[in-house]
């Protein structure tokens, strides 16, 4: 499921979207951020496209729901 970037946003350090530019060469734009929550995961894609296609060298992060809402699982 897609979820907003905004719900999340506060949740997710910002040095973390720095160095992934930082070492992928990709600027990562947070109006084009797509975020997914599924089996108790939040993945936070670079796009659109590198979510589509599932590209693992353009997911950003990937946590554990429970640690980043800081919920007792």
Do not use: K, T
């Amino acid at each position: 499921m897609i979820i907003e970037f905004q719900q999340i946003r506060s949740l997710i350090p910002g040095y973390i979207f720095n160095e992934f530019g930082q070492l992928s060469g990709h600027f990562v734009r947070a109006d084009e951020i797509v975020c997914e929550s599924d089996n108790g995961r939040i993945r936070i894609w670079l796009n659109r496209d590198a979510f589509e296609a599932r590209d693992p060298e353009l997911l950003i992060c990937d946590y554990s729901e429970a640690d980043l809402r800081g919920l007792q699982a």
